[in-house]
């Protein structure tokens, strides 16, 4: 089974850091696009940051500067370096993959998430 295993959330005080990881784990054979999302109460799901295979990047514009994408491939895991974190980046953040895998012998291509994990930024 495929899964996205999210880490390294939790509560920090504004102009604060924190590093998101995420590591992705089943019988996969090839991981494309990655990303991070967040929900925060009340809105919808947004694009944070996005990275290719290739290590082509993409940020949403209020993170422009203050977030870093990374992600090591042998590893299968993406990463989220938040820095200058201010109390409106509050909210679940979810990892994201396009992804192939083999199920029951059979080669698939997939859109995976991780269960999300809580970033709180107190003022």
Known sequence: QVQ????????????????????????IFRIDDMG????????????????????????E???????TISRDNAKNTVYLQMNSLKPEDTAVYYCNA???????????????WGQGTLVTVSS
């Open 4 to 27: 996205l295993v999210e880490s390294g959330g939790g509560l920090v005080q504004a102009g604060g850091s924190l590093r998101l990881s995420c590591v992705a784990s089943g019988n």
């Open 36 to 59: 991070w999302y967040r929900q925060a109460p009340g809105k919808q799901r947004e694009l944070v940051a996005g990275i290719t295979s290739g290590g082509s990047t993409n940020y």
């Open 61 to 67: 514009d209020s993170v422009k500067g203050r977030f």
């Open 98 to 112: 396009d992804l192939g895998a083999k199920y029951n012998g059979v080669y698939k291509y997939l859109e995976v």
